[in-house]
Nanobody, 115 residues
Framework: QVQLVESGGGLVQPGGSLRLPCAAS????????MLWHRQAPGKQRELVAG???????NYADSVKGRFTIFRDNAKNTVYLQMNSLRPEDTAVYYC?????????WGQGTQVTVSS
């Protein structure tokens, strides 16, 4: 079955960096688009970044220039590199994909930006 496993979250000071990997299994990763979403306390889940199977990327305006999504097809892993983190980036970050018409989510990883 499809599994997405995120890791790499934690507590970081404002201005710091984190890299979140999401390891995928049960899909043909190299031909599958991948997404990162996040959900802050009391807010709706929102799209942060996406990457297509051919490497085209898109970002939410709030993270452009600070976050980078990239993929390693040899490792079946998509990454979210987060730089210049702000307190408003605090959220649970989720990996998402779609396969055979169904949406799949990871369990999420907590990112807290605080001094």
């Amino acid at each position: 079955q499809v599994q997405l496993v995120e890791s790499g979250g934690g507590l970081v000071q404002p201005g710091g960096s984190l890299r979140l990997p999401c390891a995928a299994s049960g899909i043909i990763f190299s031909i599958t688009d991948m997404l990162w979403h996040r959900q802050a306390p009391g807010k709706q889940r929102e799209l942060v970044a996406g990457i297509t199977s051919v490497g085209s990327t898109n970002y939410a305006d709030s993270v452009k220039g600070r976050f980078t999504i990239f993929r390693d097809n040899a490792k079946n892993t998509v990454y979210l590199q987060m730089n210049s983190l702000r307190p408003e980036d605090t959220a649970v970050y989720y990996c998402k994909t779609r396969s055979r018409g169904n949406d799949y989510w990871g369990q999420g990883t907590q990112v807290t930006v605080s001094s």
